[in-house]
């Protein structure tokens, strides 16, 4: 190494912090100034630099060996304020309270407006908020408050603590505010789930502008936020004033507010805003594929979220945890396996599916596609598990109709050696669970654990597990008993719940009073009618099923169409009962053809209950023969290898005569069926069904 001056060795030094190049380059520089220069002792503002070079790349065993070998004399603020924010910033928050005590005890040395930040961000992240108002003591007894760096950190450590009353007094005493301090009581309003004190604040900070700034002030982080509160508070005239309000302020073609428009939209619902903002997008980076993919995901446009990912990897960007995770959730809507796996070895390639985020989403994907096996194992194979991972693997259970594994699972996590405390969601899993496996007084306990024993006051859904408990065992009356018990209205899901007891067993005078409330809540839903003109039918009581038909027909209600699909390479193909309109329309009636011939010979015998009409006896076989699942199951007896399990999603609950034609089907064929109707996944193997014939 050339001969240097020491100014220039000090800029090398902060170069290497600047840079994060290598440690190497500092120790090199360490070494020359030690053996060339200086052997006896630094100059103050080299023995600053190297501190803060040690500190700021996390060697702080070499910060303190420098800071022990320079005499007091030589140490002062700018010596320790190098060290506690090296600290701070990697994440040693102890060592940084510990640094400062030592700089006040040992040397007698004040902070300064560089010192406080740090400190406020440490108690920060101890949640340590008495400590934080002993510093802000100190603050005020040096004068250092109205300093607006060191007022903002005391402001946002408040904040963060709770401390909303001391914050707002911090804030308002503020003789000077930049826009950092504005756009911090903005963003912690957000997180704080305050999204109309966040837009007042913005509309002052319009009104009163930020000192030294343009006189309106915000910035894109401002724009972030607010447009963060406008959606959590779906707002959308307001955010849209916002939009037009970023057109006028020139930052239209700023990535992360654009970022935030196609955030806000989607989740207020308005998909084709947020594909406006995107499309008309100069540059996109990472975050703005992650946006929409998220939007069409949480909209339930499943495919178009897929759709966009592969789009997203053809522009050879690299996939971060929350757009896997957000393909994840996509492909478990649409139940597409296949897709979901494919997105698992982009993971395995990425180092990535085991972060927690992904990895959840891997047990959730696997789980609400059927495959329990999977499911478990990517649980399994996790490092660290968070509740949502755990709800995951209960839910996938719970689908499953593995109601013992699912309470299992549950006892482990909420007794075993790393306890994790169950939340709303968990109890809805679990609640699930003891429905589908029949145990009522398991699910009963449960139920009443909730409250007095993890202080979760029960919701509508966990009202309408218990509904659906007592109805699936037979036990309609009393599940009815317990609706007019209820401390909260019966909603829509409870009365659905007692509707579906009703109409599996045949109680159709209770079924027409369910019928009659699910009327009231949602009347334009066609599904409910459906159900009671099927009960009056069933019940050979023509006259009044007709009469439910004329009423949906009067008021304009139309029936909810009746659809199965499957993903056959990358492929989707959706069928409708009767359904004519496949390209391979005549191999799938050939198909169907010879199902019928094998069921008949085999001793199967079509349950013609199901028909909606008083027809004759053919008919109702030939109408029964015709449902999306059958079509769907014979094209996929003509479109996969043998041997390949059979995966079919269907948008209503599957039939009876469907239900017991799938385990005739597993028989025969010799193969694995799994269907997946809107309420769980039954597993058809060997004349068997995983629910036990109890959904």
Known sequence: MPFLSANALGDLLTSAVSTHSSIRLGRAIHAKIFRTLYQNQLPSFLVNHLINMYSKLDRLDSAQHVLSLTPPAFRSVVTWTSLISGSVQNGHFTSALSQFSSMRCVDNILPNDFTFPCLFKASTALNSP??????????????????????????????????????????????????????????????????????????????VGVEGLREDGPNSITFCAVLNACADSLNLKLGQQLHGY????GCEGDVAV??????????????????MVFDGMMDRNVVSWCSMVAVYEQNYMGEKACETFVEARRGNFEPTDFLLSSVLSACAGLADLE???????????????????????????????????????????????????????????????????????????????????????????????????GMVNKGMDIFESMRWKYGIEPGAEHYACVVDMLGRAGFVE??????????IHPTISVWGALLGACKVYKKPELGKIAAENLFELDPMDSGNHV????????????????????????????????????????????????????????????????LKKDMKAAGYVPDTEVSLYDLEEEEKESEVWSHSEKIALA???????????IRITKNLRVCVDCHSAMKFFSGILGREIIVRDNSRFHRFKDNQCSCSDYW
């Open 258 to 275: 654009l970022n935030g428009l196609i955030d806000f939209y989607g989740k207020c619902k308005e998909v084709k805003f947020s594909e």
């Open 246 to 249: 970023v057109i006028r302020y």
């Open 635 to 645: 094209f996929a007896l003509i479109a996969l290898p043998p041997g390949v399990p």
């Open 531 to 594: 159900i009671l003109s099927n009960m009056f039918a069933a019940a050979g009581r023509w006259e009044e099923a007709n009469h439910v038909r004329e009423e949906m027909k009067d008021v304009g209600i139309k029936k909810g169409v009746g659809y199965s699909w499957m993903s056959i390479k990358n492929s989707l193909h959706v069928f409708q009962a009767k359904d004519t309109s496949h390209e391979r329309n005549f191999e799938i009636q050939a198909m169907l053809d010879k």
């Open 339 to 437: 897709f979901g796996r494919a997105v698992h070895g982009i993971a395995v390639k990425a180092c990535i599916e085991r972060d927690v985020f992904v990895g959840s989403a891997l047990v959730d994907m696997y789980g609400k596609c059927g495959s329990i096996d999977d499911c478990e194992q990517a649980f399994y194979e996790m490092p660290d598990r968070n509740l949502i991972t755990w709800n995951a693997l209960i839910g996938g259970y719970a689908h499953q109709g593995r109601a013992d594994m699912a309470l299992e699972l549950f006892e482990e996590m909420t007794s075993g050696s790393s306890v994790v405390l169950p939340n709303y969601v968990t109890f809805v899993c679990v609640l699930t669970a003891c429905s589908r496996g």
């Open 130 to 207: 008495f400590l934080g108002q002993q510093f802000h003591a100190l603050a005020v007894k040096l004068k250092l408050t109205s300093d607006v760096y060191v007022g903002c950190s005391a402001f946002d450590m408040y904040y963060k603590a709770g401390l909303n009353d001391d914050a707002c007094k911090m804030f308002d005493k503020m003789p000077h505010r930049n826009i950092a301090m504005w756009n911090a009581y903005i963003c912690n309003a957000v997180v704080n789930g305050k999204p109309k004190d966040a837009v007042i604040k913005f509309i002052e900070l319009l009104y």
């Open 478 to 487: 009393r599940a009815y008993e317990y609706i007019k018990s209820m401390p």
